[in-house]
């Protein structure tokens, strides 16, 4: 009996020393995985590094989403650019920032031998010069910061005396000529004997400066000066939106060269002519060139 025992035992025994090695065997087969999850899983924790790759990725993208909008904003900014450089060519009504030129009498030849009432309205005319003044249409009153060619003439006239002086161009040749005190001109030329009765201190007179529709069509008269004592050259003085000084343009209160014939405006198909000169009429009295005219024999007009 008991070595019967002894012999089933000893199966069982060995059964269960398989079992214990297979135990033991899986013990340490199966953590061997487990460690190399571990290591997955510690490989996977960095996986957060793509997502800060999405963000530097996100910033990328926007860094360069600036970058286009500024170019649109930049391209608004050229465009209104030249239309600031267009706008100082609408401000002839819009006129161009005053830029003229002045003489002192001293400047000017034979002056002094001028009749004192000439002298003094020379002056007050070449001071106005001096006030950095515009061309301003409709505007009679260095106050106003400028005036227009005929405003310029009422204003210097009716400080000397004068008081019946027409607004407009127009009506100022108007008044000369029915005064009888006017010269027509057809030649061109500064040395044509047509010339020969004008003065410092005449009014002189254009058509053709600007378009108008009423009769007579003329259209711009400034002062007669003189001659300047270095280059001999006829200057006169008024406003004007474009006339010339020493071949410079002026725009304003100014001194400029006084010409019979101009070039075609460039900007349009006016032609300025010039067609005469007169001196100031007065009421009922002696006006600034009487007394010097008065020394001289008359000549027939040869255009009358």
């Known amino acids: 009996m008991i ?17 214990l090695g297979n135990k033991v065997k899986n013990f340490f087969v199966t953590p061997t995985p487990s460690p190399h999850h571990r290591r997955h899983k510690t ?15 996100s910033k990328l993208k926007s860094s360069p989403s600036p970058s286009p909008s500024p170019s649109p904003s930049a391209s608004p900014t050229p465009s209104p650019s030249p239309e600031e450089t267009a706008s100082p060519t609408e401000t002839p009504t819009s006129t161009p920032e005053a830029r003229v030129a002045s003489l002192s009498p001293n400047d000017i030849k034979d002056f002094d031998q001028n009749p004192e009432p000439v002298r003094k309205l020379l002056e007050d005319a070449l001071a106005l010069t001096r006030q950095n003044l515009d061309y301003t249409y409709g505007s009679a009153e260095p106050e106003n910061g400028g005036m227009d060619c005929s405003g310029f003439i009422y204003y210097v006239l009716r400080k000397n005396g004068i008081e019946n002086v027409p607004r407009s161009a127009s009506d ?10 006017f010269r027509a001109v057809l030649s061109r030329d500064l040395d044509s004997f047509e010339l020969d009765e004008l003065k410092p201190g005449d009014l002189l ?6 378009n108008v529709e009423h009769d007579p069509p003329v259209t711009h008269t400034m002062i007669y000066l003189g001659t300047k004592k270095e280059t001999g050259k006829p200057v006169m003085v008024g406003s004007s939106d474009g006339r010339t000084y020493e071949g410079k343009q002026q725009f304003g209160v100014s001194v400029f060269d006084f010409k019979t014939a101009s070039a075609k405006s460039e900007l349009s198909e006016r032609q300025p002519r010039f067609v005469g000169y007169a001196k100031i009429p007065g009421p009922g009295k002696k006006t600034p060139n009487d007394e010097e005219r008065a020394k001289e024999k008359p000549t027939p007009s040869p255009i009358r």
Do not use: D, H, M
């Not at 996977?44 to 790759?53: C, Q, V, Y």
């Not at 100022?172 to 009888?180: F, H």
């Not at 007179?205 to 600007?210: A, K, M």
């Open 3 to 19: 070595a019967g025992l002894i012999a089933l035992a000893a199966p069982r025994a060995a059964c269960g020393e398989e079992s």
């Open 43 to 57: 490989k996977s924790t960095p996986t957060p590094s793509p997502s800060p790759k999405t963000k530097s990725k």
């Open 172 to 181: 100022q040749y108007v008044w000369v000529r029915k005064a009888g005190n």
């Open 205 to 210: 007179f254009w058509t053709g400066t600007y």
